[in-house]
Nanobody
Framework: QVQLVESGGGSVQAGGSLTLSCAAS????????LAWFRQVLGKEREGVAG???????NYTDSVKGRFTISRDNAKNTLYLQMNSLKPEDTAMYYC?????????????????????WGQGTQVTVSS
């Protein structure tokens, strides 16, 4: 019944790397906009990176040059490669598929229009 399942979270030292995966069980990842969001308890959920069906990407300023969003169509899986991790990257990370995508920039800035959410994976970066 769960349509998006995240994995790959864990604890790493500052400056380290981690790759998150989001496996889609029903929707083809090459046909929709997808994104990664993150949330700390007590704060609003924040858009991190977005990927459109044509390959266009968008990143929030704080992760540009450090994070890369990508997909593997054969595996029907979305990825987030995170390098040079900082303690402020610590959060619960969620993947989302937008069934009514207007554009990846809007998706990252304002959130999805018709979302399918994963349940999240925790990333903890220690100093």
């Amino acid at each position: 019944q769960v349509q998006l399942v995240e994995s790959g979270g864990g604890s790493v030292q500052a400056g380290g790397s981690l790759t998150l995966s989001c496996a889609a069980s029903r929707y083809p990842v090459n046909s929709f906009c997808l994104a990664w969001f993150r949330q700390v308890l007590g704060k609003e959920r924040e858009g991190v990176a977005g990927l459109a069906s044509d390959g266009s990407t968008n990143y929030t300023d704080s992760v540009k040059g450090r994070f890369t969003i990508s997909r593997d169509n054969a595996k029907n899986t979305l990825y987030l490669q995170m390098n040079s991790l900082k303690p402020e990257d610590t959060a619960m990370y969620y993947c989302v598929l937008d069934l009514k995508c207007v554009g990846v920039r809007r998706l990252v800035l304002f959130g999805p229009n018709l979302p399918v959410w994963g349940q999240g994976t925790q990333v903890t970066v220690s100093s």
